[in-house]
T-cell receptor, first 112, second 115 residues
Framework: DQQVKQNSPSLSVQEGRISILNCDYT??????FLWYKKYPAEGPTFLIS?????DKNEDGRFTVFLNKSAKHLSLHIVPSQPGDSAVYFC???????????FGKGITLSVRP | GAVVSQHPSWVICKSGTSVKIECRSL??????MFWYRQFPKQSLMLMAT?????????EQGVEKDKFLINHASLTLSTLTVTSAHPEDSSFYIC???????????FGPGTRLTVT
């Protein structure tokens, strides 16, 4: 049973436009959500996170939105840049220092 | 800040031998470290969670006698793949977290190839 789902395997966006990456979860015990960016043969890099008590967190070009009632979160990247092309993983946690449950990832391609 | 290193970055070994992978937190004390495995084009699969000074907690289906994890200090955890076989070939990644925090910081990964 996949508790964190990233249903779209890939997304292609024109440079300068907005990229919207979606993530759904099923476990109501998740109280913290994170987005990671990963290049091939490298470890994931932490991007941005959000606590379940918030519905939005913004950091530069990256904004994460959380809809608890729908068990849905999304990562917005605006404006998108070619360097943003990578695999993005959504992850969820049930507590500090707890394990993360990852989605399968979505490959973002930003076209120049 | 929050830098995690892994060594080696890649290793080739013969079937039947053992390989040790190190994971270090360079600028913070890692109370908890995690070991993941990633197959090509797949998500990260958590193998085990280790807390400094205590035995690792393994995920279901992960053989604890095959994948030995030691977290002897607040900055170092090791994963030893014992009696490696070709099916153990994979990309192994560690992560670390320190204090009461949710964010995990990942190492660069180790590519293991067993011939």
């Amino acid at each position: 049973d996949q508790q964190v789902k990233q249903n779209s395997p890939s997304l292609s966006v024109q440079e300068g436009r907005i990229s919207i990456l979606n993530c759904d979860y099923t476990n109501s015990m998740f109280d913290y959500f994170l987005w990671y960016k990963k290049y091939p043969a490298e470890g994931p890099t932490f991007l941005i996170s959000i606590s379940s008590i918030k519905d939005k967190n913004e950091d530069g070009r990256f904004t994460v939105f959380l809809n608890k009632s729908a068990k849905h979160l999304s990562l917005h990247i605006v404006p998108s840049q070619p360097g943003d092309s990578a695999v993005y993983f959504c992850a969820a946690s049930t507590g500090a220092n707890s394990k993360l449950t990852f989605g399968k990832g979505i490959t973002l391609s930003v076209r120049p | 800040g929050a830098v995690v290193s892994q060594h080696p970055s890649w290793v080739i070994c013969k079937s039947g031998t053992s390989v040790k992978i190190e994971c270090r937190s360079l600028d913070f004390q890692a109370t908890t470290m995690f070991w993941y495995r990633q197959f090509p084009k797949q998500s990260l699969m958590l193998m085990a969670t280790s807390n400094e000074g205590s035995k690792a907690t393994y995920e279901q289906g992960v053989e604890k006698d095959k994948f030995l994890i030691n977290h002897a200090s607040l900055t170092l955890s090791t994963l030893t793949v014992t009696s490696a076989h070709p099916e153990d070939s994979s990309f192994y990644i560690c992560s670390a977290t320190g204090g009461k925090t949710y964010e995990q910081y990942f190492g660069p990964g180790t590519r293991l190839t067993v011939t």
